[in-house]
Every structure is written in C-alpha cells, then in structure tokens.
C-alpha cells in the first residue's frame, strides 16, 4: 500500500514540477517584454506620490533621497503620519531639507478610521484632499529604494488607455542570509510569479489613474480595508481597466528577518489576499497542492526507514529528488533573469555563491511548513497586529481597529515597512 502511493506521489510531483515550469515560462516571457503600448511622446503626467509613516523604517533616508532626486517634470510628494509625535516626521523633515526639495508637503492625520488600517486610513487622507488637476497617484512603501527612472517608468504603462494600475515588485537580497531572510527570499521569488500571474500588485511601488478615484470608488475602499494594494484588484475590475506588471522595477529589498518574524509578516500578506483579492482560492489552493506532496513524501520516508523498506525508500527519496529539481531549478533561471534587470539600472549585487546555493536548496522543505503553518493559522486568525496596532477580523471580511495608539519606538526589526 506504502508503496503504491510513493509511485502515485512521485508521478504527482513530476506534474507539479510541469506547472512550475509552465509558470515560469509565462513569468519570463513577461519581464523580457513591457506587455503595453509605448507612448510615441514622453508621457509625463502631473502625479502626486503617497508615502506613509509609522516609525523610522531602516532605510528611510535612502528611499526619500531616491523619491526627492526623480527624473521627472511634474510631480510632487505628500508624507503622511498618523500622530504628530511619530519619529518618522522628524526624520522626514531633515532628509527633505537636506535635499532641498520644495515638492514636499507633510500631512498629519488626526481622524482614524475604526474600519481600516491605518496604512489605508493615512492613504485615503492624502488623496481625498488632492487637486482635480493631478492625473495619476503614486504610492510607496519606505521599505523601497527608488532610481532615478523609477517614476517615470512605473507611470508609462498608463499611457496606454487599457491601463489603469502599474505596479513593480520586490526582491529580496538580504544584507545578512540568516535563516529567516532566506526563507523569506525562498517564499517571495515563488510568490511573485503567483502575483504576476494573477495581476496582484504591489504597494511599494503602485501608480494609479485619477478615474481609480473617481469612478472606481477606490477611496470609499479604502475605508474598510485591510490593505491598500489588495484592494484595488474591484476598483479596476469597475473601471473595466487592467494592471500592468512593470518588468523593470524588481525593487531590491535588503532588510533581514527573523523566522518568526516571517512567519508574523507572512501571515499578514496572505492576509490581505484573502480579504481582498478574486484570485485567493487558487493561491490557497496551489499552496496546498505544493505542500502536501512533500509533507506525505516526508512521512512516507520515515515509514521506510522505520520499516526497513528499501523500495519504499528509495521510492520517495526520489520523489524528493524530483520536487527539489523541480522547484530549486527554477531559482536560479529567475535569479539571473532579475539580476540582468538590476544590473542594467546600475544596482550594485552581492555574488551568488555555491554555499549560498547549498543554504537555500537545504531550507526549500523548511519554507513550505512554515508557509503550510502560516497559512492554516490564517483560516483561525482572528486579530491580527501591524505595527504597534491590533486589528480584529471580523465576519464579511470586516477590519475593525480595536484600539489606535500612537506609533513607540520597537527594535529596528518591527520598524521595517515589511514586516
């Protein structure tokens, strides 16, 4: 019997391995290519960028340094803060006087939605108030490096009228490869190939047209959201408009983690899916399908060594075998494909080394439990807590605030944006 379903799994984990690569071969067709219209005139609309602050993220100054020197005519930055006593402002208005820039205005927001977070509630306050005359609004996370192209490349896209989100994606090149950074590394590089599949953007670098805003009803989103990205999949779906990817704008993220704080930030971005996306079901689904195989493959080799079954072994020693090709083989064709990307913008990358190559091939089985845990938990969870604020979920996909309390100093790890 053990042996009948060690011969199914294995023919099981062959197929798989064919979807991964069939997913992988639309993914690199994808960024190889822009998938719009290029504009036949430089398409520089007046855009207004949204960057929200709750505490110093790590690489704060680099990101608004990055912001402030744009190679773009016609845009300006509003930063917003939810108290006026969060460190951020502070540190906000030193880097932007440094900088000269005059395109700066800072918002403090004193009314806090109970109905979302307060990420959606500091968007929904940068936006509501903004002059008719701006035809794009840009949003970024602090935990984001932009070039100097950035702006002008996330926006193109909307030149094109079958458009109306453009969005990056991140990257993750950990300055330190400890266990919890590379497990994260592991997760994202398969998770951006399900976001650009299933066009889930990406916040920390998302351009959105005006009509969003008002005939999509973008804003009145917002307001009883959980996450600001998720939330706009309805809004363009209204618009009866797409989202483009942006091949070019992999943003590199080197912040480290630990695994619990993964494990904590993984939850949440599974989270947002769930709450807000149409494609969840076959996120869930597919996370499922991944994992079970390897965890009865697990099982089953234990069975044999327990028993003394060689065949039985052997069996699901090779079905590993086959699983790990088939989803380590695909890293490195999507390592070198991305790299290519950020060299060609003049990033500065780390080597690839054999003993990194070791690390991450060995923690493969490691990411898909802790995934598999986080993403059990999350059909349990209940309340749910970001950046010093707990948050209740509630039936109907309801966010309720339970208590707001102004952002306090943590370590430099709960400061990060993405965690």
Not at 54 to 68: A, H
Not at 337 to 365: F, M
Request: glycine share 6%; aromatic share 10%.
């Amino acid at each position: 019997m053990f042996i009948l379903i060690s011969v199914i799994l294995f023919f099981v984990i062959i197929v798989i391995d064919i979807a991964h690569y069939g997913a992988l071969f639309l993914f690199m067709k994808g960024i190889q290519q822009n998938e719009w219209s290029s504009p036949s005139i430089d398409f520089v609309p007046k855009t207004m960028v949204a960057l929200t602050l709750r505490g110093v993220d790590p690489f704060l100054k680099r990101c608004l340094e990055g912001l402030l020197t744009q190679d773009y005519p016609n845009y300006s930055v509003r930063l917003v803060v939810d108290h006026p006593d969060d460190a951020a402002l502070g540190v906000a208005k030193e880097i932007v006087e440094s900088c000269r820039a005059d395109n700066v205005e800072f918002i403090v927001v004193d009314e806090h939605f109970e109905t979302c977070t307060l990420k959606c509630n500091s968007l929904y306050h940068a936006v509501v108030s903004l002059d008719p005359s701006y035809e794009v609004v840009v949003i970024l996370d602090a935990d984001t490096n932009p070039h100097r192209n950035w702006l002008r490349q996330l926006v193109e896209p909307l030149s094109d009228s079958r458009y109306a989100a453009a969005t990056g994606q991140r990257w993750y090149i950990p300055a330190s490869p400890n266990l919890g950074s590379l497990v994260r590394y592991l997760w994202n590089a398969a998770a951006v190939v399900q976001l650009y599949l299933y066009r889930i953007a990406w916040g920390g670098s998302l351009a959105l047209r005006r009509d969003l805003f008002t005939k999509g009803n973008l804003l009145d989103s917002w307001k009883t959201a959980f996450t600001d990205d998720a939330a706009i999949s309805e809004s363009v779906k209204r618009v009866r408009s797409k989202t483009a990817f942006v091949p070019s704008l992999f943003m590199v993220n080197r912040e480290t983690c630990t695994l619990k704080s993964f494990h904590r930030w993984v939850k949440r971005q599974l989270l947002c899916a769930k709450l807000h996306h149409p494609a969840w079901n076959a996120v869930a689904f597919q996370g499922i399908l991944i994992t079970l195989p390897l965890l009865v493959c697990i099982g089953l080799l234990v069975t044999g060594f327990l028993l003394g079954e060689k065949s039985l072994i052997c069996w699901n020693l090779g079905t590993l075998a086959v699983y790990w090709s088939g989803v380590f083989g695909t890293l490195p064709i999507m390592e070198q494909a991305i790299r290519k990307q950020l060299r060609q913008r003049g990033e500065q990358l780390e080597q690839w080394t054999t003993g990194l190559t070791i690390r991450v091939l060995s923690l493969i089985p490691i990411t898909q439990i802790v995934y598999t845990s986080a993403l059990i938990q999350l059909y349990f969870l209940q309340r749910v807590e970001w950046r010093g604020v707990e948050y209740k979920i509630g039936p109907g996909k309801q966010v309720r605030l339970i208590e707001y309390k102004p952002y306090k100093n943590h370590d430099t790890e709960n400061n990060s944006q993405s965690i």
